[in-house]
Nanobody
C-alpha cells in the first residue's frame, strides 16, 4: 500500500515563502514521477508541478519562476519550494503519483496567503 503524506503548509503573508514536503512509504519516489496539485475553495483541482524519474521538472504557468519541485531519494521526500507567494496561491496542496497503474494521493496540506 502506497501512502503519501504532505506537510509544511501554513499561513504566510504575500511575498513570503513556504516549503511543502511529501513523504512516501517505501522507495517509490525514486522510481516514479511525482506531481503537486492544489485546490482552492470553490475551484477545481489544479495541477502545479511534476518531477519525473530522471528529475525533469515542469510547472504550471501560474507558478513558473516562483515554485521549485525537488526530490531527496534518501529521505523518500519530494519538496515544493514556494516563493513570492500570492493570495491566489491559497489552496490545499496535494502530492500524487501513479504506481503500477494505481493513482495515489495524499490528504493535502493547507496553504493560506494573506494580502
Amino acid at each position: 500500500q502506497v501512502q503519501l503524506v504532505e506537510s509544511g503548509g501554513g499561513l504566510v503573508q504575500a511575498g513570503g515563502s513556504l516549503t511543502l514536503s511529501c513523504v512516501a512509504s517505501g522507495s517509490i519516489l525514486s522510481r516514479n514521477a511525482i506531481n503537486w496539485h492544489r485546490q482552492a475553495p470553490g475551484k477545481q483541482r489544479e495541477w502545479v508541478a511534476i518531477i519525473t524519474r530522471d528529475d525533469t521538472t515542469t510547472y504550471a504557468d501560474s507558478v513558473k519562476g516562483r515554485f521549485t519541485i525537488s526530490r531527496d531519494n534518501a529521505k523518500n521526500t519530494v519538496y515544493l519550494q514556494m516563493n513570492s507567494l500570492k493570495p491566489e496561491d491559497t489552496a490545499v496542496y496535494y502530492c500524487q503519483t501513479f504506481v503500477r497503474g494505481n493513482n495515489y494521493w495524499g490528504r493535502g496540506t493547507q496553504v493560506t496567503v494573506s494580502s
